[in-house]
């Protein structure tokens, strides 16, 4: 599914699961969907079990929208950070196979 014209989300990809050019093959996918993918690179750390969507901005409604057009559940809301250019985060973990994250 395309992002529709009018929804404008700025995105930051981050690997969570330390494998090899997830993040990157996430971006192409990302973009070609519609997303302005503003950031590519590593989560604090390669622990996450579960991809997730994480609010920036304090726009819960953005990140439920950009994760049901990647087709994931988990959203989790962390406090406002206005120095932040992204809007929403997504970050993959190591169940990105299960929930077909990068499939096209």
Same mark, same amino acid.
Not at 6 to 17: E, K
Not at 38 to 62: C, H, P, T
């Given at each position: 599914p395309q992002?529709?014209?009018?929804?404008?989300v700025r995105?930051?990809?981050?690997?969570?699961?330390?494998?090899?050019?997830?993040?990157?093959?996430?971006?192409?996918?990302?973009?070609?969907?519609?997303?302005?993918?503003?950031?590519?690179?590593?989560? +604090?750390?390669?622990?996450? @079990?579960?991809?997730?969507? =994480?609010?920036?901005?304090? $726009?819960?409604?953005?990140? #439920?929208?950009?994760?049901?057009?990647?087709?994931?559940?988990?959203?989790?809301?962390?406090? +406002?950070?206005?120095?932040? @250019?992204?809007?929403?985060? =997504?970050?993959?973990?190591? $169940?990105?196979?299960?929930? #077909?994250?990068?499939?096209?």
């Amino acid at each position: 599914p395309q992002v529709s014209p009018d929804f404008s989300v700025r995105v930051a990809v981050l690997n969570g699961c330390g494998e090899s050019q997830v993040a990157g093959r996430l971006t192409r996918k990302m973009r070609a969907l519609g997303f302005d993918v503003i950031y590519e690179g590593n989560a +604090e750390n390669f622990n996450f @079990l579960q991809s997730m969507v =994480v609010d920036r901005r304090g $726009d819960l409604d953005k990140a #439920r929208r950009v994760g049901a057009v990647l087709g994931l559940p988990h959203l989790q809301q962390v406090s +406002e950070d206005t120095f932040r @250019l992204e809007e929403v985060a =997504v970050i993959i973990g190591r $169940d990105y196979r299960q929930v #077909r994250l990068l499939d096209e």
